[in-house]
């Protein structure tokens, strides 16, 4: 079984410029998660779709993030402009469903480096 | 609001030593917890969880119990090995199942 695809691992831009990661979750999964991981931090929930409606997006810094999962399957993550700060990994990860019952794999992550 | 508390590393062990990496955590009602493990070069993997309180969850030789009482979830391995090398992350899931808080991750080197 293939697990979740992350592209591209690594970027490096300047601040203000924008950018865009993609994930293609694990077939059939309908959940998907974009998480935020500051060196020497745990990962930060960004937002969680439900197939292809948006669950919780409380911690996505919405003046600058955007996220989509058009059709319920792939997802996209754009940051627009970026900051120095938003220098981290973006993990994307899916499960089954929704709910602490349905395990969540990892994509091996995007390390994101803003100059 | 809820959160996990980890203590920090990092950890250096020879082989065949006892681990214990302690995890705390505050939350409002009845959370799931867990124990992911993020090998070098790797993503994320749970590598076990509990549900309820008194739950123990065991994988790979490594344990750890939710207790209620201390609100604690502290990952236990009796003999470790130089593989087990890798950084340990408690998480928690609330009630609703919608939020999903990490810990700060403890780094564990086990030298031979």
């Known amino acids: 079984e293939a697990g979740v695809a992350q592209s591209p691992r690594y970027k490096i831009i300047e601040k203000r410029q924008s950018v865009a990661f993609w994930c293609n979750p694990i077939s059939g999964h309908a959940t998907l998660y974009w998480y935020q991981q500051i060196l020497g931090q745990g990962p930060k929930l960004l937002i969680q779709f439900q197939n292809n409606g948006v669950v919780d997006d409380s911690q996505l810094p919405k003046d600058r993030f955007s996220a989509e999962r058009l059709k319920g399957v792939d997802s996209t993550l754009k940051i627009q402009p970026a900051k120095l700060e938003d220098s981290a990994v973006y993990l994307c990860?899916?499960?089954?469903?929704?709910?602490?019952?349905?395990?969540?794999?990892f994509g091996p992550g995007t390390r994101l480096t803003v100059t | 609001g809820d959160s996990v508390t980890q203590m920090e590393g990092p950890v250096t062990l020879s082989e065949e030593a006892f681990l214990t990496i302690n995890c705390t955590y505050t939350?409002?009602?009845?959370?799931?917890l867990f124990w992911y493990v993020q090998y070098p070069g790797e993503g994320l993997q749970l590598l076990l969880k509990a549900t309820k309180a008194d739950d123990k969850g065991s994988n790979k030789g490594f344990e750890a119990t939710y207790r209620k009482e201390t609100t604690s979830f502290h990952l236990e391995k009796g003999s470790v090995q130089v593989s087990d090398s890798a950084v340990y992350f408690c998480a928690l899931s609330s009630n609703t199942g919608n939020q999903f808080y990490f810990g700060t991750g403890t780094s564990l080197t086990v030298i031979p």
């Open positions: 990860a899916s499960s089954l469903a929704s709910g602490p019952r349905y395990e969540q794999y």
């Open positions: 939350a409002t009602g009845y959370p799931s």
